[in-house]
């Protein structure tokens, strides 16, 4: 850009070229994040750059604009810049101590929404709660369940606890645990998980945004499969007879996830898909 002051516009196409360029993202995809960058840099609503697209903008406002641009080239997730990101409905803080909210895991969402009753009280338990997205859904969704979260990232856990006092949500508790380890014997009707799931190989964990995410909420042992098969085979001693496990796997670990569950006798074992129409969520209830 030269030194004459732009407007609104031409600073979101600019921007636009340049986050397609060096992000290689689609144009459609690069102008949301530069118009969610701008309305951020410029703490105003998303409508405003709209009606006051031409604008000129101060240098002040420019600067604003740019650093948070120049960290988006560099390859930041906008989540992280941003410091939240929307899921489900809500708003969440994330930092980069937290896996960034994927549209995906809405489905596990809705499959356990789709378990728990909304008229009389539950017990729910969701395992690596990260930023707290699942169990936020889920305690808004089903306001008489009593939803316990764990994660073993004591960070992780700040962010998820911060989150739900934002939200005012009364019925999520909290506890540092690697999985089960500190759970004791307990009875839930529903656990929910998103694990590690990502092989250590591959390629992707050195692509886009899973570069600054926890790596420790993204890859696991195994083909990926370390911490679904710990998580299958903690889960009866943890859930009431008949309570159902729902966790998300990675595209190709419907066959592995379903074969977990089938050999310990679970019943029920299905797959459901995700919103690009991958199987991304196995389940079943318990033996
Ligand atoms: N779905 C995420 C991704 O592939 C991975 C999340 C996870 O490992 N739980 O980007």
């Given at each position: 850009m030269n030194d004459e002051a732009a407007s609104v516009a031409g600073l979101l196409d600019d921007a636009t070229a340049r986050i397609t360029a060096a992000c290689g993202l689609g144009k459609r995809e690069a102008r949301i994040e530069a118009r969610a960058l701008a309305a951020y840099a410029w703490?105003?609503?998303?409508a405003w750059l709209i009606a006051h697209d031409t604008d000129l903008l101060t240098d002040t406002q420019s600067a604003a604009f740019q650093s948070r641009l120049s960290r988006r080239l560099e390859g930041e997730p906008v989540a992280y810049i941003l410091?939240?990101?929307?899921f489900?409905?809500?708003r969440l803080q994330v930092t980069p101590d937290v896996l960034i909210p994927r549209p995906d895991t809405e489905t596990l969402v809705q499959a356990v929404l789709d378990q728990a009753p909304a008229d009389r009280p539950c017990r729910i338990l969701d395992l690596g709660t990260g930023s707290g997205a699942i169990a936020l859904a889920l305690a808004t969704h089903r306001p008489l369940a009593q939803i316990l979260a764990v994660d073993r990232s004591s960070a992780?856990?700040?962010?998820a606890?911060?989150?739900a006092h934002r939200?005012?949500?009364k019925n999520v508790a909290f506890i540092l645990s690697d999985w089960y380890a500190q759970l004791g014997v307990r009875n839930f009707d529903i656990i929910a998980a998103n694990p590690p799931y990502i092989p250590k190989d591959d390629m992707h964990l050195s692509q886009g945004d899973l570069?600054?995410?926890p790596v420790e909420a993204l890859q696991s042992d195994d083909g990926g499969l370390a911490d679904i098969r710990r998580i299958v085979a903690g889960a009866p001693l943890h859930l009431s007879q008949g309570g159902w496990l729902l966790f998300e796997h990675g595209y190709d670990q419907e066959k592995a996830s379903q074969?977990?569950?089938?050999?310990?006798?679970w019943f029920q074992v299905h797959t459901r898909l995700d919103l690009s129409g991958l199987p991304r969520v196995s389940g079943g209830q318990c033996p």
């Open positions: 703490q105003v609503e998303p410091g939240e990101r929307e489900f409905g809500l992780a856990l700040d962010v606890r911060n989150n939200l005012g949500l570069r600054f995410e074969a977990l569950l089938r050999q310990a006798d």
